[in-house]
């Protein structure tokens, strides 16, 4: 049972350079989420999705852009990588809002990502 | 708008020893709160979560947590901590209908032997 899964675990950028995140979930969920983790600041949202074809902007969007073309597949554009995007990504799914009525959120294990 | 605060950005404990990390929020309306834990490397998971009724939750691996209302907390407790424990933990809150869940900072916990 996959769950979550997304690649690639660890990347190095150099400033500048653009390049993409791939999520993609086995669970049939409607929900999906990117967050971003930084030492000591928690989790922070960048983008999420209530289905395919819509995405909407969290709180930490600018840099990055997301698309939702399928139920199973959320992937994450860095367009012109800075070093403030040096941090753990981790994408995420849920069955419905994630966190209303209780639905449990499945994270995938992390994509680290160091830009220099 | 909902609000997480961790009391504690790290907490060093001995094996055996009790533990309780804490965890306060802030909302206007009706909340869910959840402790999700995320092990060296890997991804978060779910812990525990309440949802309504009684305010004594209990988790995965021996955690339990308590809802206070009139105290806005959510304090995760463990009676005794195993060096597999170490970990971090992070307190969540979400309302009814609201699109994500709210993180709050995590805290670190070190379990020494």
């Known amino acids: 049972n996959a769950g979550v899964t997304q690649t690639p675990k660890f990347r190095i950028l150099k400033i500048g350079q653009s390049m993409t995140l791939q999520c993609t979930q086995d669970?049939?969920?409607?929900?999906m989420y990117w967050y971003r983790q930084d030492p000591g600041m928690g989790l922070k949202l960048i983008y999420y999705?209530?289905?395919?074809?819509?995405?909407d902007k969290g709180e930490v969007p600018n840099g990055y852009n997301v698309s939702r073309s399928t139920t199973e597949d959320f992937p994450l554009r860095l367009e012109l990588a800075a070093p403030s995007q040096t941090s753990v990504y981790f994408c995420?799914?849920?069955?419905?809002?994630?966190?209303?009525?209780?639905?449990?959120?499945?994270f995938g294990e992390g994509s680290w990502l160091t830009v220099v | 708008a909902q609000s997480v605060t961790q009391l504690d950005s790290q907490v060093p404990v001995f094996e055996e020893a009790p533990v309780e990390l804490r965890c306060n929020y802030s909302s206007s309306v009706s909340v869910y709160l959840f402790w999700y834990v995320q092990y060296p490397n890997q991804g978060l998971q779910l812990l525990l979560k309440y949802l309504s009724g009684s305010t004594l939750v209990k988790g995965i691996n021996g955690f339990e947590a308590e809802f206070n209302k009139s105290q806005t907390s959510f304090h995760l407790r463990k009676p005794s901590v195993h060096i597999s424990d170490t970990a971090e933990y992070f307190c969540?809150?979400?309302?009814?209908?609201?699109?994500?869940?709210?993180f709050g900072q995590g805290t670190r916990l070190t379990i020494n032997p």
């Open positions: 669970m049939n969920h409607n929900y």
């Open positions: 999705s209530v289905g395919a074809g819509i995405t």
């Open positions: 995420a799914s849920s069955s419905s809002t994630g966190g209303a009525y209780g639905n449990t959120i499945y």
């Open positions: 969540a809150v979400s309302t009814q209908g609201a699109q994500k869940l709210v």
